[in-house]
């Protein structure tokens, strides 16, 4: 039994909604934590003269990819709350509604 896997997500399925008042950033990075694993259980196919199956942990470790996706909130604005009147100097100013 080989300790690496994989799962291969659908696009999808990596479609999440997601609020329009974010901003995502999806990161692809190798999988390095698998490596000393897949090496190891190469190493013990390979002893027990199983090529195939050795290099398919390799190839399977190599093609392994982490995705990670980060959320930025945008703040939501209120235009009627950022806006005011023209004031001349000196008077208090007046929010529009």
């Given at each position: 039994m080989c300790p690496v896997r994989s799962h291969v997500h659908s696009h999808e399925e990596l479609r999440e909604p997601f609020p329009p008042s974010n901003i995502r950033v999806r990161t692809y990075n190798l999988a390095l934590a698998t490596y000393p694993t897949a090496l190891k259980?190469?190493?013990?196919?390979?002893?027990?003269?199983?090529?195939?199956?050795?290099?398919?942990?390799?190839?399977?470790?190599?093609?392994?990819?982490?995705?990670?996706?980060?959320?930025?909130?945008?703040?939501?604005?209120?235009?009627?709350?950022?806006?005011?009147?023209?004031?001349?100097?000196?008077?208090?100013?007046?929010?529009?509604?």
């Amino acid at each position: 039994m080989c300790p690496v896997r994989s799962h291969v997500h659908s696009h999808e399925e990596l479609r999440e909604p997601f609020p329009p008042s974010n901003i995502r950033v999806r990161t692809y990075n190798l999988a390095l934590a698998t490596y000393p694993t897949a090496l190891k259980e190469a190493a013990r196919l390979l002893d027990q003269k199983k090529t195939k199956e050795a290099s398919d942990v390799l190839l399977t470790a190599l093609n392994t990819l982490m995705v990670v996706d980060n959320l930025t909130p945008l703040p939501l604005v209120s235009p009627a709350k950022r806006l005011t009147k023209p004031r001349p100097s000196g008077k208090k100013t007046k929010t529009w509604r």
